[in-house]
Each structure stands twice: as C-alpha cells, then as structure tokens.
T-cell receptor
Framework: DQQVKQNSPSLSVQEGRISILNCDYTNSMFDYFLWYKKYPAEGPTFLISISSIKDKNEDGRFTVFLNKSAKHLSLHIVPSQPGDSAVYFCAASGQGGSEKLVFGKGTKLTVNP | KAGVTQTPRYLIKTRGQQVTLSCSPISGHRSVSWYQQTPGQGLQFLFEYFSETQRNKGNFPGRFSGRQFSNSRSEMNVSTLELGDSALYLC??????????????FGDGTRLSIL
C-alpha cells in the first residue's frame, strides 16, 4: 500500500522553463511534507518543506503547493536549470513527528540546455 | 558545518554474514533515522533513535537492529544477510524536538552488496 505516490517516473523540460513535479498521498494523518533532490551516488538533499497549515511555501526558485482536500502537492522550479537535473522525492510524515518519513518512488527530472 | 557521515561507503558481504554500518549525525542533532533504498521498493524507513532509545520502527524483520550512543552516533546491524538485503542504506539526522516539524538531513549512504 503506497501512501505517497509520484506517478510520473520522469520529466523533461527546457532550460529556463518551469518544472512541475507532482505528488499524491492517501493518509489524511500526514501533516508535514518535504521535497528532496538526489544525485547519483549521493544522499537525498533537502529542498523545501510545507506544513499542513499552509498551502504554499517559497524558497528562491522553488515553490511547494499543498492541496489538502485533493491530498496533492506539487513542486515548481522556476526557472529550471541544467543543474536541477536529478531525481526528486516527495516525502510525508504525520502525527507530530517528522522523524518517520514516507517517500514516493521519485521523479527523474532532466533539464535540457 | 559537517554533514551526516556514513561509513563505510561500500561493503560486500556474503549470505549468512552480519554487517554493522555507522552513522555520525550533524553536530547538535539528536535524532538519527535509518532508511533502506532499493530499486523496487524505493526509500523505506527502518527505525529512528533519540537519546539512545528507539523511538520509531518500520516494517522490517528483527534481523535489522540498531543502537545509538550517548554522543548521538548510531550503528545499524543486519544479521544473517540475505540477497535481498542488497541496497543503499541511508542515515538521516534532525535536531529532534518531538512534535516539531523539521527536515531530516541525509548522509551519502552505505552501498551494501550481498553475494
């Protein structure tokens, strides 16, 4: 039973355009959501997070949107850069503890020059 | 500020052996979590330690165990290794106030291969 789903295994965009990565979850007890970026042979790097009391959080080129009624979140990267090419993981945790993360299977983003 | 350090980076073992992996968290972080990443299952939570106590546990068999020392360093042990234990094992740390949402920061992992 996959509680966090990233339905697009891959995404390809042109440099300078917007990248939109999507994530759906099924557990209504999740209240904290995170995005991580992962390069080959490295561990995941934290990008941005959002608490369920918010519907948007921005950090530079990265914005995360949360739609609680649809149990859906998305990560927007604007403008996309070739260095953004990596696998992006959506993660969620709940019940006041962020130490037990449930991860999606990842979306491989390729930004073409 | 030094990140999460995992040793060794690579390890090759044979079926039936046991293995111990080590993790040093970011200085000041008191919570350490372990995850297993495989191509088929993705990233799965193993367990979390805080103040030398296991606070959370995932759905893995008892062959997977861990501990945390007073300096917050953690070790993970896998006994009676099986071929399916071949994976990237990732450690993550966070400052830890329970009930406070804060991101975990990951090390680069230990790549374990079982022959």
């Amino acid at each position: 039973d996959q509680q966090v789903k990233q339905n697009s295994p891959s995404l390809s965009v042109q440099e300078g355009r917007i990248s939109i990565l999507n994530c759906d979850y099924t557990n209504s007890m999740f209240d904290y959501f995170l995005w991580y970026k992962k390069y080959p042979a490295e561990g995941p790097t934290f990008l941005i997070s959002i608490s369920s009391i918010k519907d948007k959080n921005e950090d530079g080129r990265f914005t995360v949107f949360l739609n609680k009624s649809a149990k859906h979140l998305s990560l927007h990267i604007v403008p996309s850069q070739p260095g953004d090419s990596a696998v992006y993981f959506c993660a969620a945790s709940g019940q006041g503890g962020s130490e037990k993360l449930v991860f999606g299977k990842g979306t491989k983003l390729t930004v073409n020059p | 500020k030094a990140g999460v350090t995992q040793t060794p980076r690579y390890l090759i073992k044979t079926r039936g052996q046991q293995v111990t992996l080590s993790c040093s968290p970011i200085s000041g972080h008191r919570s350490v979590s372990w995850y297993q990443q495989t191509p088929g299952q993705g990233l799965q939570f193993l367990f979390e330690y805080f103040s030398e106590t296991q606070r959370n546990k995932g759905n893995f068999p008892g062959r997977f165990s861990g501990r945390q020392f007073s300096n917050s360093r953690s070790e993970m042990n896998v006994s009676t290794l099986e071929l399916g234990d071949s994976a990237l094992y990732l450690c993550a740390s966070s400052p830890s106030g329970y009930g406070i949402n804060q991101p975990q920061h990951f090390g680069d992992g230990t790549r374990l291969s079982i022959l």
